[in-house]
């Protein structure tokens, strides 16, 4: 079972930025897409942005122009870097990788931009 681990969230005043970072406890068998949702408070988790195995990405609207979402060469788990922050952009986060072996969410971390 491969365990995901999100970190780099925290408060930031709206205008600023964070880059949330996602480590996976081992290899993913199948590597198809990787991305980052996240869910608001009293909202549905959403996708904040996607990025497929040959580098094509996709961005919710509202983020778009303000997020990028990359990855290392050799690496199977994503990084999103926030720019612009709104208080809107609140919520926990989530980094999720899908497989061939399958899809893997981690526990989530909370990203906080206050007005």
């Known amino acids: 079972q491969v365990q995901l681990v999100e970190s780099g969230g925290g408060l930031v005043q709206a205008g600023g930025s964070l880059r949330l970072s996602c480590a996976a406890s081992?290899?993913?068998?199948?590597?198809?897409?990787m991305g980052w949702y996240r869910q608001g408070p009293g909202l549905q988790r959403e996708l904040v942005a996607a990025?497929?195995?040959?580098?094509?990405?996709n961005y919710a609207d509202s983020v778009k122009g303000r997020f990028t979402i990359s990855k290392e060469n050799g690496k199977n788990t994503p990084y999103l870097q926030m720019n612009g922050l709104k208080p809107e952009d609140t919520g926990v986060y989530y980094c999720?990788?899908?497989?061939?072996?399958?899809?893997?969410w981690g526990q989530g971390t909370q990203v906080t931009v206050s007005s």
């Open positions: 990025m497929t195995i040959a580098g094509t990405t």
């Open positions: 999720n990788v899908r497989g061939v072996s399958g899809e893997y």
């Open positions: 081992r290899g993913i068998f199948g590597l198809t897409t």
